[in-house]
């Protein structure tokens, strides 16, 4: 069922509770970040903490050690390729875990590939853009509001309005000279 709330003021402090617990699987090097809807001030969203490791080898990742931190494993699987662009499945590909406590979904991804910039660049440009991050929530109500039980629905829609989106953040991210942040 895919319900979307209103804002929560415990979504940082859940965040930092769950990367308490994630930084004792990964590897030394690898930067956490709080990514997706629940990581911009004042947008709604599903209730489901998305977090965001980078690391240097998909391949090394110690799938155990997630499992002992709380975190089930899923298929590995590629991220949607935005419209327009003809990407390697590598610059998509990631791990992915589901929390086996509070709702959050874990992100895997490769330092420097396209997945993991694009999941920083989405949400810093919201955080700095309300207008923009108010109308990507009222999409968000509106699909949830027609598609409660359809997953596959929901995300057909909302991943191309989100490209456009992107289209923007892209533009904001050169002109501001953004850069990929060290961690959260």
């Given at each position: 069922?895919?319900?979307?709330?209103?804002?929560?003021?415990?979504?940082?402090?859940?965040?930092?509770s769950l990367?308490?617990?994630?930084?004792?699987?990964?590897?030394?090097?690898?930067?956490?970040?709080?990514?997706?809807?629940?990581?911009?001030?004042?947008?709604?969203?599903?209730?489901?903490?998305?977090?965001?490791?980078?690391?240097?080898?998909?391949?090394?990742?110690?799938?155990?050690?997630?499992?002992?931190?709380?975190?089930?494993?899923?298929?590995?699987?590629?991220?949607?390729?935005?419209?327009?662009?003809?990407?390697?499945?590598?610059?998509?590909?990631?791990?992915?875990?589901?929390?086996?406590?509070?709702?959050?979904?874990?992100?895997?991804?490769?330092?420097?590939?396209?997945?993991?910039?694009?999941?920083?660049?989405?949400?810093?440009?919201?955080?700095?853009?309300?207008?923009?991050?108010?109308?990507?929530?009222?999409?968000?109500?509106?699909?949830?509001?027609?598609?409660p039980a359809?997953?596959?629905?929901?995300?057909?829609?909302?991943?191309?309005?989100?490209?456009?989106?992107?289209?923007?953040?892209?533009?904001?991210?050169?002109?501001?000279?953004?850069?990929?942040?060290?961690?959260?």
């Open positions: 069922m895919i319900e979307i709330v209103s804002p929560r003021e415990d979504w940082p402090r859940d965040f930092a990367k308490a617990a994630i930084l004792r699987a990964v590897p030394s090097l690898s930067a956490i970040h709080h990514i997706g809807s629940t990581a911009v001030a004042g947008l709604v969203a599903k209730d489901v903490i998305d977090i965001q490791v980078t690391v240097d080898d998909l391949a090394a990742v110690d799938v155990g050690a997630f499992e002992r931190a709380g975190f089930l494993p899923r298929p590995i699987f590629t991220d949607h390729c935005p419209p327009g662009l003809d990407l390697p499945a590598e610059e998509l590909a990631k791990r992915f875990f589901k929390s086996a406590g509070r709702p959050a979904n874990l992100h895997v991804r490769e330092r420097g590939r396209f997945n993991q910039r694009y999941a920083l660049l989405c949400r810093d440009f919201l955080r700095s853009h309300p207008r923009a991050a108010a109308a990507y929530g009222a999409v968000k109500q509106q699909l949830a509001a027609r598609f359809d997953a596959d629905a929901y995300y057909d829609i909302k991943d191309p309005v989100f490209d456009i989106i992107m289209a923007g953040a892209e533009e904001w991210a050169s002109r501001v000279g953004w850069s990929v942040p060290s961690d959260d």
